[in-house]
């Protein structure tokens, strides 16, 4: 294969893969080394083995995937590219990018600003005073940030699970909301990372999760399982936007035109590179759900693997996922929604989408109810003192006005508004997805909290409520993400370009072709037509 | 080696609370404070009282609680940076300069027997000027628990190794049991079968705390013969 013309952007991509490459090395080094250290200190050492051959195999296979861009997309793009058309209806789309922001856009973002920067001060304040400033005190340990963290590695498996699942599954009504959903699994993965900083008495040693990591503590799984996510997301998120940043190219002035420049590899449609993206993408996607599934299965574990009563079951793993899909679902149409009214794209992002997701959220809010059952179920028929104490206080004690508004919210707000051709409409969806937003964070709150109140001894026990640092952190999360959402449409469009043009021009037929293979009657060489040829 | 282990004597226990006063002065705990939300309280060594019965038959027994020192720990197990371990002599201490203040160690614990600093320890004026120069003082965002006094093991060994001899079990006792008026904490080594500590575990009145959870606490309750 010959190689395309080297300017100063080839260099720059190689020297990523090498970084890409060298991660990798370093990442196996790494658990060599830990799985070593490990059996030194007559530690258990199997843990480093299996979690290192995962996440080594899946980082192999992202720099793989990298590579494989570099030589048949980058590979494919002979001299300077050419300006590649935009169309009537794609100019729409790219309003967000080329246009500046209108005075509302400015004024949101201002807004957003100042609670960022009014959580940053809080941050700053807790870190000078310590955890004292919160609301935590013996023995709820853990509270709003680590049932901010868990909401927040959840929504982020909506994104991921939207995207991957349709495309692989070939779902053609999926492709204006694809790029919305992965650039909310990525921004909500840095939410839920900044909440662990934040709960940590001290975030200064958190080297020490590297340079003594033990692998036998599911804290330690959370680390690489997500570490290896956020990247697994990125890559997601990127590769698709390799067309898209190569049609802008041309289109953007200052200091985003080398930025395009570099990170479209010289893309110029030709149908060879096509093919190779498709295959990338596909590969990732395929890829990139086992993944999601570890990282919430094991951020239940972490509670499950303990003692704990109510912690300690086994639904809680795939309950985990299973709530992460929910919430993530419902988010996801809460995002869409704002999208189209404030980018005016509801020619693009249309009520069909909003029906499907409705119907995806309300089997889902079924399945969830299902996992609850089985929950509260097992612990109530078994009895067991401690656990059942939980259970009480989630039913019938004082979270019981919380757990009713999240049964309320999570299952019978969507049953009422989804199961109805009716109300399933835009307003329908995201009423019921609020919901089910509000009900998942109560969910994982009621999880995290009434274990923790009702501990096994009678320790003389607190109730435990939010102080102003923590409640005003948490608003930073949601108003950070608002931000940086915003500046992720002001640099890449949020409906996929390329992937609506496809859709139009290649998939309309496609689809029609493909459902006609599924009945005799349509295909032009069946046995049922024999007879009638001549 | 030893495996060391405590047996606390609950018919000869008064809940007078020595024990904890002379753990925290021991330890360098920093003293409760009106100030001071009593939940951000630092206890090693904490009077634990269990309700019994309803009223007006209610009792209450007072269960001396340090770190129960499992020889299962489940706090040791989650911990993601070898800031706890359980020692080759069974002890289940802390390394605080280790800690990165998770408080995950402190959540799998079934015996909320860990406690995590919440701010910077202070004393008020002349107590300052007393605190044990062979404990560490601990700073806001770790963790710390009760470690059996390792550092009078440490003592008790240098000084054996000074003569020349085998450490004597009888020259390892950690601060509450010295302070015990009524001698019902004693702390042994339960691999001896003729030792105090091995002999209560097969006292017809001896108990374990949440047994059930296979933890393995060495800490070893007789109960009260009747009244």
């Known amino acids: ?534 | 080696m030893s495996r060391w282990g405590m047996r606390i004597d609950l018919d000869r226990c008064t809940a007078c609370g020595a024990c904890a006063v002379a753990c925290a002065q021991e330890n360098n705990v920093p003293l409760g404070q009106p100030a001071k939300a009593f939940q951000h309280l630092v206890r090693w060594l904490e009077l634990l009282p269990v309700k019994r019965g309803e009223y007006p038959r209610a009792d209450v027994r007072v269960f001396p609680m340090p770190c129960q020192h499992c020889d299962k720990p489940p706090c040791t197990k989650v911990c993601p940076v070898y800031a706890t371990y359980r020692s080759p002599e069974g002890l289940v201490p802390q390394i605080y300069p280790q800690c990165i203040g998770c408080r995950y160690c402190v959540n799998a614990c079934p015996y909320t027997c860990k406690y995590y600093n919440w701010e910077d320890p202070q004393w008020p004026e002349p107590m300052e000027r007393g605190l044990n120069p062979d404990v560490s003082i601990r700073t806001r965002g770790v963790t710390e628990k009760c470690n059996f006094c390792l550092h009078r093991l440490q003592k008790a060994r240098d000084a054996a190794a000074i003569d020349g001899k085998e450490l004597d079990p009888k020259d390892y006792r950690p601060a509450c049991q010295v302070i015990c008026p009524t001698e019902a904490i004693f702390l042994g080594d339960i691999d001896d079968p003729s030792g105090d500590v091995a002999s209560a575990r097969e006292d017809p009145r001896a108990m374990r705390l949440l047994e059930e959870l296979g933890t393995e606490p060495k800490i070893t309750y007789l109960k009260e013969r009747g009244p």
């Open chain 1, 1 to 534: 294969m010959r190689l395309r013309g080297r300017d100063w952007a080839f260099y720059v991509q190689a020297a990523g893969l090498v970084g890409l490459w060298g991660l990798t090395g370093i990442v196996v080094w790494w658990f060599v080394w830990r799985a070593y250290d490990l059996h030194r200190f007559a530690d258990q050492w199997t843990p480093a083995v299996v979690v290192g051959a995962g996440v080594c195999a899946c980082l192999a296979l992202f720099a793989s995937v990298m590579t494989y861009v570099f030589l048949a997309v980058g590979g494919r793009s002979e001299g300077k590219p050419p300006d590649l058309p935009i169309d009537e209806v794609e100019r729409k789309l790219t309003h967000g990018v080329l246009r500046p922001w209108s005075w509302k856009g400015r004024a949101v973002a201002a807004a957003l600003s100042v609670v960022v920067a009014w959580a940053l001060y809080c941050w700053w304040y807790q870190l000078s005073n310590g955890l004292v400033v919160t609301g935590l005190s013996r023995p709820v340990f853990w509270a709003l940030y680590i049932t901010n963290f868990v909401f927040f590695i959840g929504i982020s498996y909506g994104g991921t699970l939207v995207s991957a699942i349709l495309r692989i599954a070939k779902g053609e009504w999926r492709r204006p909301v694809t790029r919305a959903a992965e650039a909310v699994a990525v921004l909500v993965l840095m939410m839920g990372g900044w909440n662990i900083f934040l709960d940590l008495g001290r975030p200064d040693r958190v080297e020490k999760l590297f340079d003594r990591g033990r692998l036998e503590s599911p804290l330690e799984w959370d680390v690489v399982a997500i570490s290896t996510y956020v990247i697994g997301c990125v890559l997601y998120l990127y590769l698709p936007l390799i067309p898209d940043l190569g049609m802008l190219r041309n289109r953007v002035k200052g200091w985003r035109k080398p930025i395009y420049h570099l990170f479209s590899f010289g893309w110029t449609g030709a149908e060879a590179q096509k093919q190779a993206l498709e295959r990338a993408i596909s590969v990732t996607a395929v890829m990139i759900v086992p993944i999601a599934v570890s990282v919430h299965s094991v951020v239940g574990w972490v509670f499950a693997l303990t003692v704990q009563p109510m912690w300690h079951s086994t639904i809680l793993g795939p309950y985990f996922v299973l709530g992460a899909m929910f919430s993530g679902v419902a988010a996801l149409i809460l995002v869409l929604a704002v999208l189209r009214r404030a980018m005016r794209l509801q020619d693009f992002i249309r009520p069909v989408q909003f029906d499907y997701l409705g119907m995806l959220l309300l089997v889902l809010a079924c399945l969830w109810l299902y996992f609850t059952i089985s929950e509260n179920l097992t612990v109530y028929w078994g009895a067991e003192h401690a656990e059942l104490a939980v259970l009480v206080e989630k039913l019938s004690g004082r979270f019981a006005p919380l757990y009713w508004v999240m049964l309320i919210g999570c299952f019978f707000l969507p049953l009422l508004l989804l199961s109805r051709k009716r109300t399933r409409t835009v307003a329908g969806t995201v009423i019921a997805s609020a919901g089910v937003v509000i009900g998942m964070w109560i969910e994982r709150y009621t999880i995290v909290v009434p274990t923790m109140e009702a501990p096994r001894l009678p320790v003389d026990a607190p109730h435990y409520s939010p102080s102003w640092v923590e409640l005003s952190l948490m608003a930073g999360c949601f108003a950070m993400f608002g931000l940086m959402y915003m500046l992720f449409t002001r640099l890449f469009p949020v409906v996929s370009l390329w992937e609506m043009r496809e859709g139009r021009e290649v998939s309309a037929g496609e689809a029609a072709e493909r459902i006609r293979a599924y009945f005799p009657f349509g295909a032009p060489q069946g046995p049922a037509t024999d007879g009638g040829r001549q």
